[in-house]
């Protein structure tokens, strides 16, 4: 055995420096982007109750064992029943204002065969009006994929209000749904403000992030009519 001395010490320290791959890249922008519209991210836990499981996405819950968890012992299938209480807490402390945004793993049920169709989701709250959230949720996906269409369709969904409440597509693929919570969960976690919110897959957004818009310059005879 060596003792300490005996370990060589160097006078600098070399890093290598890798380019910012576009996971990192575009989380970052994401990141950048919701802090400038007034979001703050928080990380939440990835378990909550298992009687809270269901009221955004229905279907099969993942549940620890009992004996070894007895409350949240449920894997979370939406980041929205967490920011809920989070809101309540905030809430609860007098701040009247919440705007929390997160990314992380979520754990639905799969439409198969297996555990769960885990991924990545982008969620966000506010306290503020729909036309606030709505206007963030859109600059993200417009500043991570420039060249991808947006739209909206109305079929409604769990856990909002059937009134306003859309799903996002992003060049004809589903990613997520915005809209109000509905009145029956903001009761339920104790919140007395209307709150807005958006569960985006952010695994498909991420997808079509890859895009760089092109320019072509004018040209230095235009075409006379």
């Avoid at 955004?56 to 819950?61: A, H």
């Avoid at 695994?203 to 004018?218: F, G, V």
Wanted: proline share 6%; with cysteine.
């Amino acid at each position: 055995l060596e003792t300490f001395d005996k370990i060589p010490v160097g006078s600098h320290v070399r890093h290598e420096l890798t380019a910012e791959c576009l996971p990192r890249r575009t989380r970052r922008r994401a990141g950048e982007l919701l802090t400038a519209a007034g979001f703050d991210e928080v990380i939440t836990f990835a378990f909550v109750d298992a009687d809270e499981a269901d009221l955004f996405v229905p279907g099969g819950v993942m549940c620890a064992d009992p004996m070894v968890r007895k409350s949240n012992n449920a894997l979370r299938k939406t980041l929205l029943n967490s920011h809920l209480k989070a809101v309540k807490a905030n809430q609860d402390a007098g701040n009247t204002e919440v705007n929390l945004f997160e990314v992380a793993a979520v754990f639905p049920p799969a439409t198969g065969e297996g555990l769960s169709n885990e991924h990545v989701e982008l969620a966000l709250m506010t306290t503020r009006d729909l036309r606030s959230l709505r206007g963030a949720a859109e600059a993200v996906i417009e500043r991570l994929a420039p060249l991808s269409t947006i739209s909206a369709d109305v079929p409604g969904a769990p856990g909002f209000a059937r009134e306003a409440v859309a799903e996002l597509l992003l060049g004809g693929e589903s990613v997520g749904v915005v809209g109000l919570v509905s009145a029956g969960i903001l009761a339920r976690y104790g919140i007395e403000k209307p709150g807005a919110a958006a569960a985006l897959n952010y695994d498909r957004i991420l997808a079509k992030a890859d895009q760089e818009p092109t320019y072509t310059p004018l040209p230095r005879f235009p075409a006379m009519r």
